[in-house]
């Protein structure tokens, strides 16, 4: 399959560099990996399964390489390339045939070296939440915006690591949105705190979110004891459905069977309704990537896949409350990352 890939995830898993002006040409064995003067140097020394080519216009160095190689027809994703990237590029005369997600599905499988940097990445991170929940101890009285800020710093560990996404951190109410931003609220003894971050470890990535009872001796311990019992249930649900989908997983079995097993325990109990997203999503050089763990995915399972699992309930205008692990499916069961 002839394909062209703009992506930089999708690229740098391809030939183990990348950068903001790039296209990559794959036409069977040959790869041609072309970008301007500004990074020709770096690639040249990471790259050595492709080709790589200096070009000011890169669209039009892409455009003779088709010629060149003869490449009548090829495919590429639409959520890659963009609507001006695809017109210079359908100059060469060659038929575009869009193909969603060629990397994701290329990525869906992980290596055992790819897990062990997942891990890494996981490992780092969940060291990451005990220093921050320490720092947390003696954070009363700061808004959501200075502790967004100082997770920056824990997580990073002070600027080693990038971040997987730009951390989550809400109080009571603002939990209540799945993906909240920071306001100035200040933290108090007696409120509930929502964290959900991940670092890159050599550019994979980690996720994981916990939520906490805040007092003196706040931790990220799965084991939490709220003041208020309408919380301590819902939270209570939320942990038993996160624990009963890592037992259910399995290889074999469909994206949506195993969401239906978390959904269930959350609609049968008195928090029905509240569970407003999917289970979980795959996890690798993007956080975000196939396997999407959700109610209408038929995909099936299969062992080398990562994932999280990640229920929640949101009640508006209260709390909300997520657990989130990463999984990895290894002889047909899910082992905790």
Same mark, same amino acid.
């Given at each position: 399959?002839?394909?062209?890939?703009?992506?930089?995830?999708?690229?740098?898993?391809?030939?183990?560099?990348?950068?903001?002006?790039?296209?990559?040409?794959? %036409?069977?064995?040959?790869?041609?990996?072309?970008?301007?003067?500004?990074?020709?140097?770096?690639?040249?020394?990471?790259?050595?399964?492709?080709?790589?080519?200096?070009?000011?216009?890169?669209?039009?160095?892409? =455009?003779?390489?088709?010629?060149?190689?003869?490449?009548?027809?090829?495919?590429?994703?639409?959520?890659?390339? =963009?609507?001006?990237?695809?017109?210079?590029?359908?100059?060469?005369?060659?038929?575009?045939?869009?193909?969603?997600?060629?990397?994701?599905?290329?990525?869906?499988?992980?290596?055992?070296?790819?897990?062990?940097?997942?891990?890494?990445?996981?490992?780092? *991170?969940?060291?990451?939440?005990?220093?921050?929940?320490?720092?947390?101890?003696?954070?009363?009285?700061?808004?959501?915006?200075?502790?967004?800020?100082?997770?920056?710093?824990?997580?990073?560990?002070?600027?080693?690591?990038?971040?997987?996404?730009?951390?989550?951190?809400?109080? *009571?109410?603002?939990?209540?949105?799945?993906?909240?931003?920071?306001?100035?609220?200040?933290?108090?003894?007696?409120?509930?705190?929502?964290?959900?971050?991940?670092?890159?470890?050599?550019?994979?990535?980690?996720?994981?979110?916990?939520?906490?009872?805040?007092?003196?001796?706040?931790?990220?311990?799965?084991?939490?004891?709220?003041?208020?019992?309408?919380?301590?249930?819902?939270?209570?649900?939320?942990?038993?459905?996160?624990?009963?989908?890592? %037992?259910?997983?399995?290889?074999?079995?469909?994206?949506?069977?195993?969401?239906?097993?978390?959904?269930?325990?959350?609609?049968?109990?008195?928090?029905?309704?509240?569970?407003?997203?999917?289970?979980?999503?795959?996890?690798?050089?993007?956080?975000?990537?196939?396997?999407?763990? *959700?109610?209408?995915?038929?995909?099936?399972?299969?062992?080398?896949?990562?994932?999280?699992?990640?229920?929640?309930?949101?009640?508006?205008?209260?709390?909300?409350? =997520?657990?989130?692990?990463?999984?990895?499916?290894?002889?047909? =069961?899910?082992?905790?990352?």
């Amino acid at each position: 399959m002839h394909y062209i890939l703009k992506d930089e995830n999708a690229v740098y898993y391809e030939v183990g560099f990348s950068c903001d002006n790039e296209l990559l040409i794959v %036409a069977g064995d040959e790869r041609v990996f072309i970008t301007d003067p500004r990074y020709t140097t770096e690639a040249k020394e990471a790259i050595k399964n492709a080709e790589v080519i200096e070009a000011r216009d890169i669209h039009k160095a892409a =455009r003779e390489w088709m010629k060149r190689l003869g490449i009548k027809k090829l495919f590429y994703d639409p959520n890659d390339l =963009r609507c001006s990237d695809l017109e210079q590029l359908q100059k060469s005369g060659a038929t575009f045939r869009p193909k969603r997600n060629i990397s994701w599905q290329k990525r869906i499988i992980k290596s055992e070296a790819e897990i062990a940097k997942i891990a890494q990445s996981a490992k780092l *991170n969940a060291e990451a939440f005990e220093e921050y929940a320490m720092f947390l101890q003696k954070s009363a009285g700061k808004s959501e915006r200075e502790l967004h800020f100082e997770a920056t710093a824990f997580l990073s560990s002070k600027g080693r690591y990038d971040l997987s996404f730009d951390p989550i951190f809400a109080i *009571n109410e603002n939990a209540a949105k799945p993906h909240a931003l920071p306001t100035d609220k200040a933290l108090q003894p007696g409120d509930l705190v929502l964290f959900d971050a991940g670092i890159k470890y050599e550019r994979y990535c980690s996720d994981r979110t916990r939520t906490a009872f805040f007092d003196e001796t706040v931790s990220f311990d799965k084991e939490q004891r709220f003041a208020n019992p309408k919380i301590q249930r819902a939270y209570d649900t939320v942990r038993k459905a996160q624990e009963a989908a890592i %037992a259910a997983a399995r290889s074999g079995m469909k994206a949506c069977e195993l969401d239906k097993v978390a959904r269930d325990i959350i609609e049968k109990s008195e928090f029905a309704g509240t569970f407003v997203h999917s289970l979980g999503h795959g996890v690798g050089l993007d956080i975000h990537e196939m396997p999407f763990i *959700n109610s209408r995915n038929q995909q099936i399972l299969e062992d080398g896949m990562v994932f999280t699992i990640e229920p929640g309930i949101y009640i508006p205008g209260e709390f909300g409350i =997520r657990i989130e692990d990463m999984v990895v499916l290894r002889n047909g =069961r899910a082992e905790v990352l």
